[in-house]
């Protein structure tokens, strides 16, 4: 596994603003994900974020209101754009390393008013 | 037809008693197999991962994986209160480079 680190931990935003969410893996992998999870749900994939190229949005989800960057194999940041309450929840970035295994970041709860 | 189906539970087990928890899938093609536990206000941990069929054991958690018959399941061995949490159980598809999560079971571990 790997040391998965995020920022902010958590953060209250103004409605109409946006977060942008770090993502930092102590060591390379070429895979990163990211991940919502709302209050009492499971988790739904948001995109999966490609080093060098555009991130890979799953159904429901665009690059204008979620856009990803993965400038290289360690890091990458979401920004979550022109936010309203419907998008409190969690966000999670996650790795996965050999055998298809995943493992997450420990999340950044968001608010927003 | 959900991917991955779970009883969201909650499912509650004396101390000391075997938990078991059952997801089953959709994707006939699938080859690997996870189950998280996600505390309360944490990120969901990897506690095991199977990918051939039969049991996988790790200290007091077997995962069982029957491809047949499209299910996959956790065991828990001497349950302990620390073990109360949500259980995701996690597929990656034939031939989609995601993996589907379910939508979790709750286990409760009574004293």
């Known amino acids: 596994s790997a040391v998965i680190s995020q920022k902010p931990s958590r953060d209250i935003c103004q409605r109409g603003t946006s977060l942008t969410i770090q993502c930092q893996v102590d060591?390379?992998?070429?895979?990163m994900f990211w991940y919502r999870q709302q209050p009492g749900q499971s988790l739904t994939l948001i995109a999966t974020?490609?080093?060098?190229?555009?991130?890979?949005?799953e159904s429901g989800f665009v690059i204008d209101k979620f856009p990803i960057s993965r400038p290289n194999l360690t890091f990458s940041t979401l920004t979550v754009s022109n936010l309203s309450p419907e998008d409190s929840s969690i966000y999670l970035c996650?790795?996965?390393?050999?055998?298809?295994?995943?493992?997450f970041g420990p999340g950044t709860r968001l608010t927003v008013l | 037809q959900k991917e991955v189906e779970q009883n969201s539970g909650p499912l509650s087990v004396p101390e000391g008693a075997i938990a078991s928890l059952n997801c089953t899938y959709s994707?006939?093609?699938?080859?690997?197999f996870f189950w998280y536990r996600q505390y309360s206000g944490k990120s969901p941990e990897l506690i095991m991962s199977i990918y051939s069929n039969g049991d996988k054991e790790d200290g007091r958690f077997t995962a069982q994986l029957n491809k047949a018959s499209q299910y996959v399941s956790l065991l828990i061995r001497d349950s302990q209160p620390s073990d109360s949490a949500t259980y995701l159980c996690a597929v990656k598809g034939s031939s989609a480079s995601k993996i589907i999560f379910g939508s979790g079971t709750r286990l409760s571990i009574r004293p």
């Open positions: 994707d006939r093609g699938s080859q690997s």
């Open positions: 974020a490609n080093q060098g190229s555009e991130a890979t949005y």
């Open positions: 996650s790795v996965e390393f050999l055998w298809n295994e995943q493992f």
């Open positions: 060591s390379q992998v070429t895979m």
